[in-house]
């Protein structure tokens, strides 16, 4: 599918004549961390034009749920906040060695703002939602354009961490997260262009049809 939705991008971006680009993305749905989760995306097909330009964008989506607990005998108010690490790889080799420096790549963090636990009480709250995206747009184009096309993968994974302000630490903190990731990359291009008869092709053309008709008639006239 992904396949025919850029070879469709490409032919429209060619009948266009005007801005040539096709994009492609693919999204996995959050699910219980830590995630291991990937998605395909196409090489340009460098038989279709030229490539001038690659930008990736990486995103990340998340929901933190926060169970706090206060074991004390008195009243306390405290913050729990989260954040979620997300970390990028490749299958294609020049890809990895970029999303490698990204250590993580994403962070996205979510609060609870101030919370005020009665003694001995507790409280559940969220999922509270997060997102983050990051754009690579200084990427090498030549490292995307193979001739007929091909695919790559991108792989993400994640951690977590968890703080807690207040509580003098007779509050405990719970913490619940889901994420999913996806990628989207974007190609400039040129086109090549469609071959066009050139006017005199198109005169010793018209010429050879006139004479075919002539022929035609002069047959017809005869019987």
Do not use: W
């Not at 790559?152 to 807690?164: A, V």
Request: hydrophobic share 40%; aromatic share 4%.
């Amino acid at each position: 599918m992904i396949k025919t939705v850029l070879a469709l991008a490409l032919a429209a971006g060619m009948a266009a004549g005007s801005a040539h680009g096709a994009s492609l993305s693919f999204s996995n749905a959050n699910s219980l961390t830590p995630i291991s989760q990937d998605g395909i995306l196409d090489l340009f097909d460098a038989n279709i034009g030229t490539l001038h330009k690659v930008r990736l964008t990486l995103s990340g989506t998340g929901n933190s749920t926060f169970v706090l607990n206060n074991t004390s005998g008195s009243g306390q108010t405290v913050t729990a906040s989260s954040v979620i690490l997300m970390y990028f790889s490749s299958s294609l080799p020049s890809l990895n060695t970029t999303l490698d420096v990204l250590m993580p790549a994403l962070q996205m963090q979510a609060s609870t703002g101030p919370v005020s636990l009665d003694a001995g009480m507790g409280a559940r709250i969220g999922p509270v939602i997060s997102s983050a995206t990051l754009t690579l747009d200084t990427l090498t184009p030549g490292l995307f354009a193979q001739a007929g096309g091909g695919n790559f993968t991108i792989y993400c994974e994640n951690s977590d961490d968890r703080q807690l302000a207040g509580g003098n630490s007779t509050v405990t903190l719970g913490l619940v997260t889901q994420a999913g990731c996806g990628a989207t990359v974007e190609y400039d291009y040129t086109p090549r262009a469609s071959p066009i008869p050139e006017p005199t092709s198109m005169a010793l053309l018209g010429l050879g049809m006139a004479g075919l008709l002539a022929t035609v008639r002069r047959r017809k006239r005869g019987g």
